[in-house]
Nanobody, 123 residues
Framework: QVQLVESGGGLVQAGGSLRLSCAAS????????MGWFRQAPGKEREFVAA???????VYTDSVKGRFTISRDNNKNTVYLQMNSLKPEDTAVYYC?????????????????WGQGTQVTVSS
């Protein structure tokens, strides 16, 4: 089983930056597709970004050019660098992992989820 723990959320002004981290347990981290979803109050959880085991990346249109997902397999950690933050980015951000493929993760997320970290962007 994989356990995921997010960190790095907080309060930031519009235009600022934050880097979220997701630390994963287990010995097979490098074989998992990883990603981030977010959920704002009153809204459905939405896909943000994903990275495959081969380092291919996918982003939702609203964050392209501003967010960067990356992974460090030696540290069993995936990151989400968020720049030029907007109030619309305010949400709880969740890390997710899937052992099969990035395609599965893109739709509804992976088999494993973290507890989430709050990101609040003030205007």
């Amino acid at each position: 089983q994989v356990q995921l723990v997010e960190s790095g959320g907080g309060l930031v002004q519009a235009g600022g930056s934050l880097r979220l981290s997701c630390a994963a347990s287990g010995r097979t981290f490098s074989s998992y597709a990883m990603g981030w979803f977010r959920q704002a109050p009153g809204k459905e959880r939405e896909f943000v970004a994903a990275i495959s085991r081969s380092q291919s990346t996918v982003y939702t249109d609203s964050v392209k050019g501003r967010f960067t997902i990356s992974r460090d397999n030696n540290k069993n950690t995936v990151y989400l660098q968020m720049n030029s933050l907007k109030p619309e980015d305010t949400a709880v951000y969740y890390c997710t992992a899937d052992p099969s493929s990035i395609v599965v993760l893109l739709n509804r997320g992976g088999d494993y989820w973290g507890q989430g970290t709050q990101v609040t962007v003030s205007s």
